[in-house]
């Protein structure tokens, strides 16, 4: 007669195999965890880079269609920084440009033809409470198509200043002549402009700067 084996795993080998499995599954989803936070983190510094990028397009557009940076607002604005109508100036952190102004179909006004000198608004860029904002403050002359806009959220008749960015922890504003010399505002024949902005995911804080550099447009 032939004896028979039942073949099978001991209840220590199961032991051992289980423990062996779950020291795996654990592994595997802290890795999957790490991996899904770097993901993220990558995500959102990616989305901020593009949304600091986005933001300085923006003002290198209208320094593009500018003649130059003002030291202060060449016009009256009502909402002007502690009530003073004249209280914007350009510095380290705000910019205030000289645009050229147009009228509703987009031609250039001139204020002195002969000379071919244009029409100027002033175009504010400012931080405030973590946002990055452009406030237009037009001349007010005759076929000016610009309107002065207000802070937000506006008011009746008074549109509110346009929000470039959001999350913004520092935008800096360097001026240089065309030596490559910081200068005042005035003089600057080209803007640096540098900004950082921070977001929070999985509770970490992320941040991206971005800088770039736009010469003023010749009169």
């Given at each position: 007669m032939k004896k028979l084996?039942?073949?099978g795993f001991t209840l220590?080998?199961?032991?051992?195999t289980c423990v062996l499995i779950s020291i795996l599954a654990i592994a595997m989803a802290a890795f999957l965890t790490d991996w899904l936070q770097d993901y993220a983190i990558t995500n959102a510094r990616t989305n901020l880079l593009d949304n600091a990028e986005q933001a300085l397009d923006t003002v290198t557009s209208d320094?593009?269609?500018s003649g130059?940076?003002?030291d202060a607002n060449r016009w009256p604005d009502p909402n002007g920084p502690s009530g003073n109508q004249y209280g914007w100036s350009s510095n380290a952190n705000t910019l205030v440009l000289a645009k050229i102004a147009t009228d509703s179909s987009n031609n250039v006004i001139f204020s002195d033809p002969n000379n071919y000198i244009t029409l100027k608004d002033n175009e504010v860029y400012y931080v405030s409470s973590g946002s990055l904002y452009r406030r237009t403050i037009a001349?007010?002359?005759s076929g000016d198509a610009?309107?002065?806009t207000c802070p937000p959220p506006g008011s009746s008749g008074c549109p509110a200043?346009?929000?470039v960015a959001t999350g913004v922890t520092s935008f800096n504003v360097s001026y240089y002549d065309d030596n490559e010399n910081q200068v005042d505002p005035a003089s600057a024949r080209s803007i640096g402009l540098a900004i950082t902005l921070a977001s929070t995911t999985d509770g970490k804080t992320i941040?991206?700067?971005y800088s770039t550099r736009m010469v003023f447009r010749n009169e």
């Amino acid at each position: 007669m032939k004896k028979l084996h039942n073949c099978g795993f001991t209840l220590v080998e199961l032991l051992i195999t289980c423990v062996l499995i779950s020291i795996l599954a654990i592994a595997m989803a802290a890795f999957l965890t790490d991996w899904l936070q770097d993901y993220a983190i990558t995500n959102a510094r990616t989305n901020l880079l593009d949304n600091a990028e986005q933001a300085l397009d923006t003002v290198t557009s209208d320094i593009r269609l500018s003649g130059s940076a003002d030291d202060a607002n060449r016009w009256p604005d009502p909402n002007g920084p502690s009530g003073n109508q004249y209280g914007w100036s350009s510095n380290a952190n705000t910019l205030v440009l000289a645009k050229i102004a147009t009228d509703s179909s987009n031609n250039v006004i001139f204020s002195d033809p002969n000379n071919y000198i244009t029409l100027k608004d002033n175009e504010v860029y400012y931080v405030s409470s973590g946002s990055l904002y452009r406030r237009t403050i037009a001349s007010g002359q005759s076929g000016d198509a610009a309107v002065t806009t207000c802070p937000p959220p506006g008011s009746s008749g008074c549109p509110a200043d346009d929000l470039v960015a959001t999350g913004v922890t520092s935008f800096n504003v360097s001026y240089y002549d065309d030596n490559e010399n910081q200068v005042d505002p005035a003089s600057a024949r080209s803007i640096g402009l540098a900004i950082t902005l921070a977001s929070t995911t999985d509770g970490k804080t992320i941040t991206a700067t971005y800088s770039t550099r736009m010469v003023f447009r010749n009169e």
